[in-house]
């Protein structure tokens, strides 16, 4: 196991229409996080799991956006009816409690591109 | 709402000198991270701290919390251009049974050779 894992990096897609991203955690981690950036900003929390129970949801967050963590492994994040507003890298972590220390390792992103 | 408020926000140096950059919030955290991120890439952990007047040290990089733990800041000694990058402080506040990590607004540095 190598590190957090998304797929795709990149998904260029047009106004309208739905999308999915994958996140594959570090695998002992029990806990997932979905953020998103924009360019120059800090990653905005969007969501948080341990393990399959969705602890929290901001409330920046519209229904267009849904997270599963099916069986506390991998997450996907769903965004129906994208808007140019979207635009951003999507990141996933992973983390686990250990020592009363919470340490989350990113994986690369996905740069979603709505055209 | 908890925020962590990062100074600068831009920083330009040359190569070879100091510089110290901030993480500060009103809330204390549980514990506080630090962040590098490349552009078009994840942010890449650094370091953790824990206990209050902690200083930890990654080769030039030198990283200490507050006593109240309600700040930290980032010291590179004699910069280089490889340090180039967003730096982003995280911390985690108490908070029964939620392990949320908040980000701050990042210090985008830029080192000339």
């Known amino acids: 196991d190598t590190g957090v894992s998304q797929d795709p990096r990149h998904k260029i897609t047009k106004r309208g229409q739905n999308v999915t991203f994958r996140c594959d955690p570090i695998s002992e981690h029990n806990r997932l996080y979905w953020y998103r950036q924009t360019l120059g900003q800090g990653p905005e929390f969007l969501t948080y799991f341990q393990n399959e129970a969705q602890l929290e949801k901001s409330r920046l967050l519209s229904d267009r956006f849904s997270a599963e963590r099916p069986k506390g492994s991998f997450s996907t994040l769903e965004i129906q009816r994208t808007e140019q507003g979207d635009s951003a890298m999507y990141l996933c972590?992973?983390?686990?409690?250990?020592?009363?220390?919470?340490?989350?390792?990113f994986g690369q992103g996905t740069r979603l591109t709505v055209v | 709402t908890q925020l962590l408020e990062q100074s600068p926000q831009f920083l330009s140096i040359q190569e070879g000198e100091n510089l110290t950059v901030y993480c500060n919030s009103s809330s204390v955290f549980s514990s506080l991270q630090w962040y590098r991120q490349e552009p078009g890439e994840g942010p890449v952990l650094l370091v953790t701290v824990v206990t209050g007047g902690e200083v930890k040290k990654l080769k030039r990089l030198t990283f200490q919390f507050g006593d109240a733990r309600k700040d930290s800041s980032l010291h590179i000694t004699a910069a280089q251009p490889g340090d180039t990058g967003l730096y982003l402080c995280?911390?985690?506040?108490?908070?029964?049974?939620?392990?949320?990590?908040?980000f701050g607004t990042g210090t985008r540095l830029t080192i000339i050779p």
């Open positions: 972590a992973s983390s686990s409690r250990q020592g009363g220390i919470t340490e989350a390792f």
């Open positions: 995280a911390g985690v506040f108490p908070n029964f049974g939620n392990e949320k990590l908040t």
